[in-house]
């Protein structure tokens, strides 16, 4: 696929600190005057997010096989009707979670394995990936002391054991990923938008 733009996505174990990044890191680009798409996984279209209420219900069990095709049923029509788009008009997309975060839930986590999801994250995406994407990576502990007052998802609702898969699941995602540059979730916001603006200004250049 021919593209001029520029895909950053941002990866983590929920209350990493993504949303707050991404959101920090578009408003920036866009104070620079760069056209910037910030979107988000599941989510980003109509029918996307209407399989992410899905997803995220905590009165639903959803079996992992499901879970998996749910989330990459949402990630087609998000690239074909977002991603792609955007990224053929040369614009820098910034995504909250991409398929990384299969790897880590799905393909390790709930042990579907890498093998299933890679397969289906290339048909998910028509061979699209990201020019750089940035690992919040945060201790399991860390989870419980953030944002305490927030009414838990379904995927949040996992226990402690869950959660350390997830993460051994990103950070081995990470170390067979060129592109991928883990970064401290636990640095203050400021001293990781610092980062990841340095990180970025190399990509557009």
Do not use: C, W
């Not at 639903?60 to 008009?89: N, W």
Request: charged residues 30%; without cysteine.
């Amino acid at each position: 696929m021919k593209r001029s733009g520029l895909f950053i996505v941002f990866e983590g174990p929920d209350k990493s600190g993504k949303s707050t990044q991404a959101r920090l890191l578009a408003d920036t680009l866009k104070g620079r005057g760069h056209a910037v798409l910030h979107t988000r996984e599941p989510g980003g279209t109509s029918v996307a997010e209407g399989v992410r209420r899905v997803l995220l219900d905590p009165s639903l069990t959803i079996d992992p096989l499901a879970e998996l095709f749910l989330y990459e049923a949402s990630r087609a029509q998000h690239t074909q009707e977002k991603l792609i788009p955007a990224l053929k008009a040369g614009m820098i997309v910034i995504s909250e979670r991409f398929t990384m975060s299969t790897d880590a839930y799905q393909g390790v986590a709930r042990g579907l394995g890498l093998k299933t999801t890679t397969a289906l994250n290339r048909i998910a995406t028509s061979g699209l990936k990201p020019d750089l994407t940035i690992l919040l990576d945060i201790p399991v502990n860390e989870f419980d002391t953030r944002d305490q007052g927030r009414e838990l998802d379904r995927l949040e609702r996992e226990n402690g054991e869950f959660r350390l898969k997830v993460r051994k699941g990103y950070l081995k995602a990470a170390k067979a990923d060129s592109r991928a540059v883990v970064l401290d979730g636990k640095l203050p916001p400021d001293a990781l938008q610092s980062k990841i603006l340095a990180l970025v200004a190399k990509k557009i250049r």
